[in-house]
T-cell receptor, first 116, second 109 residues
């Protein structure tokens, strides 16, 4: 089954304790992206990656890191989480090459993070 | 800066009527525009894509229009049903894909 898998789905942590949210897709997609969703602010892009070893900042990259060492995985790293990073996080992927791609995003189920 | 606006936070429509949602954008020339549906606590699900050179796209009860002169897309659900109640997001795509804040649609029985 084609899917984007995020882990953990739920996490409560404390300020300053490094954490990683993993994201994996099994569709051989080139493009992957992380979003956070907050009430009244909608989906905001954190980082995106057009392909392996290529990453770019989105609209709200501060406090986050990403890496894309292999095509299927795109982990989101919070080196020193703060309470303002409490949010619902979504990973997404799409096929983004050539004239035939639609850019249709496939989303994971979300990771709800609480930073105390 | 780029800006996407969806016409209202929430919209109530009587069952059986046509629901029309609006997406306006500024400072952007997207290659295409997408519409997604999101149910509470779930990830968005892709519905339709329309390219900059297309005026209209249909899929079952859904219809999307795209006016690059007005910088606006309209999303219609005909013969609406309570199961259509959800948040609908428009997204503009170029290198990045950026989203509007969404419109919560309630179809009233």
């Amino acid at each position: 089954e084609a899917q984007v898998t995020q882990n953990p789905r739920y996490l409560i942590t404390v300020t300053g304790k490094k954490l990683t949210v993993t994201c994996s897709q099994n569709m051989n997609h080139e493009y992957m992206s992380w979003y956070r969703q907050d009430p009244g602010l909608g989906l905001r892009q954190i980082y995106y990656s057009m392909n392996v070893e290529v990453t770019d900042k989105g609209d709200v990259p501060e406090g986050y890191k990403v890496s894309r060492k292999e095509k299927r995985n795109f982990p989101l790293i919070l080196e020193s989480p703060s309470p303002n990073q409490t949010s619902l996080y979504f990973c997404a992927s799409s096929l983004r090459t050539g004239e035939t791609n639609t850019g249709e995003l496939f989303f994971g189920e979300g990771s709800r993070l609480t930073v105390l | 800066s780029q800006k996407i606006e969806q016409n209202s936070e929430a919209l109530n429509i009587q069952e059986g009527k046509t629901a029309t949602l609006t997406c306006n954008y500024t400072n952007y020339s997207p290659a295409y525009l997408q519409w997604y549906r999101q149910d509470p606590g779930r990830g968005p699900v892709f519905l339709l894509l329309i390219r900059e050179n297309e005026k209209e796209k249909r899929k079952e009860r859904l219809k999307v229009t795209f006016d690059t002169t007005l910088k606006q897309s309209l999303f219609h659900i005909t013969a609406s049903q309570p199961a259509d109640s959800a948040t609908y997001l428009c997204a503009l795509a170029d290198d990045k894909i950026i989203f509007g804040k969404g419109t919560r649609l309630h179809i009233l029985p």
